[in-house]
C-alpha cells in the first residue's frame, strides 16, 4: 500500500530538476537516443509543460527521485480515446512493473474521463515495451505505423461484465499472446482484437477495476497459466472488438452470448449488406431481449426486435443495411460508419458496433491533381480510373470544359479491370490566362443499370508569364512563376510547393498559445477568404475558439506576383474578460533528409545539413541574441524557404525540421483587437543570398560594390587568425579556434601537418566540452627554413563524434632583407625606384602616377607593357599611359583624363600590418576635378623583402560633410618576360587565349595573366572582388580591378591588392589565398 503511493500526479516546478534527471538517464534507451547529444536540463522540462496541455501526467517517485513519467491529453482524432502521449521508466527503475503500473493508472484515468478506449503510438522495434503493453490490453492495430489500442476501459464499464471484474483483477485474467506482431485477426469476416479472460472460481484478493492500493498488492503477479484451478472452478469472459468500428461487436459471458456482424464490412456505396446477430441465452432461467439497431454516417437501418430466450435457446436475426448512393469514401485513419446495436438483456444494457466502411464503385481523377499551363500551350494530362468493383466493366467518361479552355477529346469509352486501374491522355489548352473549369463526368454499366459516378471537378490555371492566380474551393489555391501555395481550412495552415516541380517546400502556421499542444487552433477549420487587393491577393483565415468565447483568431497571409509572402495576425476580444497569449508560429521545410540551414549569426554565415540537429536549441539560443540578421533560410535541391521574423521575440528556433517562434506575452482587452509583428517568408530561387538582400533591403541596409561576404562557418570547424598563416620571418605564432556550432559539445584533438621544411611546435593539441558558447582557442609556434613562398599543410580534427579537415595554407612573405626605395629622374619624370632583393619597382608619379616598371632584381627586362616616358596610342586608346596605370571614372572624360591634370606628391613609408613590414611608396593628391573635388587620393605600392608580392593600396579620404561616391581602380597592363603575344589569361572559373577580339570577363576575388612560354605568371588577388580579366586582342592579355568606392562625410575608404610575380601558373594559383589577407 505505501509504495503505490509513490505514483502520483507531476508537480513541474518541483519535479522538474528530477525528470531532467531521468530522461538523460533514459538517454539510451530510445531509438537514436532521447537527448541527441544535449542533455534535458530543469529549464526544459519547466518550458515544455508550461507550453503544452496534458489531461494528466503521472510520474513514479522515490525519495527526490522519478523513476517513471507518463502524460496523457484527449485524441483530436477520436473523441471517445485518451491518448497516451508518453511514457518512459528510468533504466535504474526498470524491472518493478513501474511501466505496467503507470499504464493501468492510465486505463482508470481513461475511464474517470468516459472515454472508450486507450490509444499510443509506438514503433515496431519497441521489444522492451511490447510485452507490458499487451499485457495491459493493447493491441497492435496492423498498419504501417504501430498504433496500440487499449478497449479495457470500455470492457470494463460493460454492465454485462462487472459480475467477472467483480470477483477478478482484469490484468491477472487477461490472456494474451505476446509477440512482436501487429495484431491482425479475422472472426466471422471482421477485423478484430479479441479479449479473453479466464480465472479460477475464487474470488481474488483485491478490487474489480484495478485501483491503485490494489494493483500495487498484486503488483509482482504474472498472468495465470492454463493449470491454475480446476476446469469446473474457472470462469471465462471474452469481448470482441471491432477494429473498423472501434467498438465492441461481441460479447460472451457465462450468462450470454450476443454477436454483431456484417456480410460485407466494405460494400459498394449505393448497395446492401446484410447485418447479423447471434444471441445465446446460457443460463437456465428465460431472458427477455430487445434489440434496436441504428445507423451512422452513409448507412442506413432501422431494425426493432423483442425476443423471450428460453434456457439455452440461441438465435440468428438478421436486417438489411443500405449504404448511400452519395456515400463518400472515409479516411482509413478514422473510425468507419457504424450500425450501432442496443441490446436490452433483462435488466442489463449491452451496446455493440460495427463498421461498415462504404467504397466508392469507381472513382476518376486526373494527373497531376493540380494543373497550370502555359496559354497558347498545349499540355498532355493524364485520365485516371480506379475500379473497387469485383468485376471487369466498361465505363464512358465525358470530359467538360469552360469557355477558353480546350480539350481534344471530350469523351472516350475505358475499359477497367475488377479492383483495377484504367486510364487515357487528354490534350489541354487555354487560349488566354484565366482558372478554367475541367468536370469529368463517368457512367458505367452493372446489374442490367446505368451507374453514374460521382463528378470530378478541377480548376485548371492558365497562368501568364509573370503574373499571378488564386481559385477558391473550399481551399484556397495560389499560384504565381515561383509557387503554388494552397491555404487549407484545417488549421488554417499555408503550404507551399515549387510551382515547376510541385515538390513540396514547406508549411507556414500560427496560433495562440499556450497550449502549445494538443491545440484547438490546429485540429480545427478555419473560415477562408480570398480578395484582391490591387497589388495582389489578400488570404484571410479566421476561426473562432470554443474554449475562449468571444475571442476571433485572424490570419492575414498577402501574396503578390513576387516570391514574397507577408504574414500578419490578430486577435480580436468581442467578450468581457482580457484574453492573454503568445503567437506561436511556424515554418517547416520539404524535408530534413533534403535540406540545408542557413543562419547569419555574429561570427558568420553557419551552413549546416538538417539531418542532424543542424542548429544549437537550447534555451539560452532561443533567447535570439545569438543573431546578427533576423532571417534564416532552408534550401533544397528544388527551392529555398526564407524566413524573416519580426523584431520583440520571446523565443527563436531553428531546427532539421522547422522554424518556430513564441511572440511576446499579449493581453487583448475587451472589445478591442491586437496585432503581431509581420513574418515574411521569400520563397524560390536565389538561395540564402536571396533572403539575405530581401532583410537588408527591408531594414533599409544598401549593399556596396564590392562588398566582403559574410565568413562561412561550418557545423565543427577549425580557423586561424589570421586565415592566412603569415611567417614574418623565420618563425611565428598562430592562433587558431576550433568551434562546434551545436548546443551538443565535442571533444578531441587538433592535430597540424606540416609540409616539408616547417615545424609546428607543439605538433598536436587537446579540446574538451566546446559547444556553441564555448569554442576553444589555441595557439601554436610555426617555424620554416623554406624560401618565401605559398606552402601547404594541414589541420585535422578528431572529435570522436565526426572529424574535419583543414587546409592550412603557410605562407612566407619576406626573407627579413631590407626594402631600399631610390629616388632617379629618368625621360624628363622623377622616378622612384623599390628594391626588396627580388624585384625592382618603378613608380613615377608624374605619369598619371603609374607603376612603370617591375623588373627582377638586377634585370633589364620590363614585366609591364608602358608608354614610358611619353604617353602612346595602344589599341583603341590615345593617350595611354600602361603599366600599373590608375583611373578615376568620370562621366563625359576620357578614362586618363581625370588624372592628367593632377600633381602627385610622392613620398616613402613603411608600416606594420599583421605583423610584417611593409615599404614602398605613397603617392597623394588633392583632386581638382569637379567630379572629384574634395576628395584626397592615396596610391600606396608596398612590398617586402625578398618575397615576389606587390601590395596595392587605394584609399580616398573625404575632408567635405557630404557622403560620396566614385569609382576607380587600376589598369594592369602586363608583359611577363617582356612578352605579351600570347598572353593567357586564366581565373577560378577558365582560362581565355590571345583572339583578336576584345573581351572582359569578371575574375571575382583573382584573375592570372600568363607567359605560355616562359611560365612567368602575374596574379592579381583581391580580398574584396572586382577582379577581371582584360583581353586586348592583338594588344595581348591584361589586368584591372575597378570598383565603385562609398566614402563617408569626413571619412576614409580604403581598397587593397596584391599583385604577384610568380615562376609558374601553379605558383599563382597558390598565392591566391592572400585574398584572405585584408
Known amino acids: 500500500m505505501a509504495e503505490q503511493a509513490n505514483l502520483r500526479l507531476i508537480d513541474p516546478v518541483r519535479d522538474a530538476v528530477a525528470i531532467a534527471e531521468m530522461w538523460n538517464e533514459s538517454d539510451g534507451e530510445w531509438p537514436g537516443t532521447w537527448n541527441s547529444g544535449v542533455p534535458t536540463t530543469a529549464r526544459d522540462i519547466r518550458d515544455w509543460h508550461e507550453k503544452e496541455e496534458y489531461t494528466a501526467v503521472f510520474v513514479w517517485a522515490e525519495g527526490e527521485k522519478i523513476g517513471g513519467y507518463c502524460s496523457l491529453v484527449y485524441d483530436k482524432d477520436d473523441g471517445e480515446a485518451l491518448y497516451l502521449a508518453l511514457l518512459n521508466v528510468s533504466p535504474r527503475f526498470q524491472g518493478r512493473s513501474i511501466g505496467r503500473r503507470l499504464l493501468v493508472r492510465s486505463v482508470e484515468k481513461a475511464i474517470e474521463d468516459k472515454k472508450y478506449h486507450l490509444d499510443l503510438d509506438t514503433w515496431s522495434g519497441n521489444v522492451k515495451a511490447m510485452a507490458p503493453y499487451k499485457r495491459t490490453g493493447f493491441f497492435w492495430d496492423a498498419g504501417g505505423w504501430p498504433i496500440m489500442r487499449n478497449y479495457m476501459p470500455a470492457i470494463l464499464e460493460m454492465p454485462c461484465t462487472r459480475y467477472f471484474f467483480d470477483r477478478h483483477d482484469w490484468y491477472e485474467s487477461l490472456e494474451r499472446r505476446i509477440d512482436q506482431y501487429p495484431d491482425d485477426e479475422t472472426w466471422e469476416g471482421l477485423r478484430v482484437f479479441t479479449y479473453r479472460f479466464t480465472a479460477g472460481g475464487t474470488a481474488a484478493s483485491v478490487g474489480g477495476t484495478g485501483s491503485g492500493a490494489d494493483v500495487a498488492a498484486s503488483a509482482e503477479r504474472t498472468p495465470p497459466s492454463d493449470k491454475a484451478g480446476s476446469a469446473g472452478d474457472r470462469e471465462g469472459l471474452t469481448v470482441r472488438v471491432d477494429r473498423e468500428a472501434r467498438h465492441v461487436t461481441a460479447v460472451e459471458t457465462a450468462d450470454l452470448s450476443a454477436w454483431a456482424t456484417v456480410d460485407d464490412i466494405e460494400p459498394v456505396r449505393g448497395g446492401q449488406t446484410v447485418l447479423r446477430w447471434k444471441l445465446e441465452n446460457r443460463k437456465d432461467v428465460p431472458a427477455s431481449v430487445a434489440l434496436t439497431a441504428k445507423e451512422t454516417g452513409d448507412l442506413s437501418i432501422d431494425y426493432h426486435c423483442r425476443k423471450t430466450l428460453g434456457p439455452g435457446e440461441n438465435i440468428s436475426l438478421e436486417a438489411p443495411v443500405s449504404v448511400s448512393a452519395k456515400a463518400e469514401t472515409v479516411d482509413v485513419k478514422k473510425t468507419a460508419p457504424r450500425v450501432r446495436t442496443s441490446i436490452r438483456w433483462d435488466d442489463l444494457l449491452i451496446d455493440l458496433a460495427t463498421g461498415i466502411r462504404p467504397r466508392v464503385e469507381m472513382s476518376v481523377s486526373i494527373d497531376p491533381g493540380e494543373i497550370t499551363l502555359a496559354p497558347g500551350a498545349p499540355r498532355p494530362v493524364r485520365v485516371n480510373l480506379h475500379s473497387q468493383l469485383a468485376e471487369d466493366v466498361e465505363a464512358q467518361v465525358r470530359i467538360t470544359a469552360s469557355d477558353g479552355l480546350l480539350v481534344d477529346r471530350t469523351a472516350r469509352s475505358v475499359a477497367v479491370p475488377a479492383r483495377g486501374y484504367g486510364g487515357f491522355e487528354i490534350v489541354l489548352e487555354a487560349d488566354r490566362p484565366g482558372v478554367f473549369g475541367l468536370t469529368l463526368s463517368g457512367r458505367l454499366e452493372r446489374e442490367g443499370g446505368p451507374v453514374d459516378l460521382a463528378d470530378a471537378k478541377h480548376a485548371v490555371f492558365a497562368l501568364a508569364p509573370g503574373g ?129 540551414l542557413t543562419l547569419p549569426l555574429r561570427e558568420g554565415i553557419l551552413k549546416a545539413r538538417c539531418s542532424d540537429r543542424s542548429a544549437p536549441d537550447d534555451y539560452d539560443f532561443k533567447m535570439g541574441d545569438s543573431y546578427a540578421e533576423s532571417w534564416g533560410a532552408y534550401e533544397m535541391p528544388h527551392g529555398t524557404m526564407g524566413v524573416l521574423w519580426p523584431d520583440g521575440l520571446d523565443e527563436v528556433e531553428w531546427n532539421g525540421f522547422e522554424f518556430q517562434s513564441v511572440s511576446v506575452e499579449t493581453t487583448c482587452a475587451p472589445q478591442s483587437r491586437v496585432s503581431f509583428g509581420a513574418l515574411r517568408l521569400r520563397v524560390g530561387d536565389g538561395g540564402w543570398q536571396g533572403v539575405r538582400r530581401l532583410w537588408r533591403r527591408i531594414r533599409g541596409e544598401p549593399v556596396g560594390e564590392g562588398e566582403s561576404a559574410p565568413r562561412i562557418l561550418d557545423e565543427f570547424e577549425a580557423t586561424t587568425d589570421p586565415p592566412v598563416a603569415v611567417v614574418s620571418g623565420d618563425e611565428t605564432d598562430l592562433r587558431f579556434r576550433i568551434a562546434q556550432w551545436k548546443s551538443r559539445k565535442a571533444s578531441g584533438t587538433v592535430s597540424f601537418v606540416m609540409p616539408d621544411g616547417w615545424r609546428c611546435d607543439p605538433p598536436w593539441v587537446s579540446f574538451s566540452e566546446i559547444d556553441w558558447r564555448q569554442p576553444f582557442d589555441g595557439s601554436v609556434r610555426l617555424s620554416t627554413s623554406r624560401p618565401p613562398g605559398v606552402y601547404t599543410g594541414r589541420m585535422v580534427l578528431d572529435s570522436g563524434e565526426r572529424g574535419a579537415e583543414v587546409e592550412l595554407p603557410l605562407v612566407r612573405m619576406t626573407d627579413g632583407s631590407a626594402v631600399e626605395v631610390d629616388e632617379v629622374e629618368s625621360g624628363g619624370h622623377r622616378v622612384y625606384t623599390i628594391r626588396n632583393q627580388r624585384l625592382e619597382i618603378d613608380v613615377a608619379p608624374s605619369f598619371l602616377g603609374s607603376v612603370s616598371a617591375i623588373r627582377d632584381a638586377g634585370g633589364e627586362c620590363n614585366h609591364l607593357a608602358t608608354a ?131 573581351v572582359e570577363q569578371d575574375g571575382g576575388h583573382w584573375a592570372a595573366a600568363a607567359n605560355p612560354r616562359t611560365g612567368r605568371t602575374f596574379v592579381l588577388v583581391s580580398p574584396g572582388s572586382g577582379v577581371r580579366m582584360d583581353s586586348w586582342g592583338a594588344d595581348g592579355g591584361h589586368l584591372k580591378l575597378m570598383r565603385g568606392h562609398e566614402v563617408a562625410a569626413r571619412g576614409v575608404s580604403e581598397d587593397t591588392a596584391y599583385l604577384v610575380l610568380a615562376g609558374s601558373r601553379e605558383e599563382a594559383r597558390r598565392y591566391t589565398v592572400l585574398k584572405d589577407l585584408r
Not at 473550399?474 to 499555408?494: C, S, T, V
Not at 516541380?501 to 478555419?526: A, M, N, Q, V
Request: hydrophobic content about 35%.
Open 468 to 596: 499571378m492566380l488564386y481559385h477558391q474551393d473550399g481551399a484556397i489555391r495560389f499560384e504565381n512563376e515561383i509557387f503554388r501555395a494552397n491555404l487549407e481550412a484545417e488549421g488554417g495552415q499555408l503550404k507551399i510547393s515549387d510551382r515547376a516541380t510541385g515538390r513540396h517546400l514547406g508549411t507556414e502556421g500560427g496560433r495562440p498559445i499556450p497550449p502549445k499542444w494538443p491545440s484547438e487552433y490546429s485540429e480545427s477549420d478555419f473560415k477562408l477568404k480570398a480578395e484582391g487587393d490591387g497589388n495582389g491577393v489578400v488570404l484571410t483565415a479566421t476561426y473562432a475558439p470554443r474554449r475562449a468565447p468571444g475571442l476571433v483568431f485572424s490570419r492575414i497571409i498577402r501574396l503578390n506576383a513576387g516570391p514574397v509572402i507577408t504574414v500578419e495576425h490578430t486577435l480580436e476580444n468581442t467578450g468581457f474578460d482580457p484574453r492573454t497569449s503568445h503567437l506561436y508560429q511556424f515554418v517547416t521545410n520539404g524535408g530534413a533528409d533534403q535540406a540545408a
Open 868 to 998: 614610358f616616358p611619353q604617353p602612346e596610342a595602344f589599341g583603341w586608346s590615345y593617350p595611354w599611359y600602361g603599366g600599373l596605370q590608375p583611373e578615376i571614372v568620370s562621366d563625359r572624360m576620357s578614362w586618363t583624363a581625370s588624372l592628367e591634370d593632377e600633381t602627385f606628391a610622392a613620398e616613402p613609408v613603411s608600416y606594420r600590418a599583421r605583423g610584417l613590414e611593409w615599404t614602398g611608396l605613397r603617392q597623394r593628391v588633392a583632386l581638382s576635378n569637379e567630379a572629384s573635388r574634395g576628395l584626397t587620393l592615396e596610391l600606396d605600392t608596398l612590398t617586402l623583402g625578398g618575397g615576389p608580392v606587390i601590395k596595392l593600396v587605394w584609399r580616398l579620404l573625404n575632408e567635405s560633410a557630404a557622403h560620396r561616391r566614385l569609382r576607380g581602380g587600376w589598369h594592369l597592363f602586363l608583359k611577363p618576360d617582356g612578352e605579351m603575344a600570347d598572353t593567357v589569361l586564366f581565373s577560378a572559373d577558365g582560362e581565355r587565349k590571345r583572339r583578336p577580339w576584345y
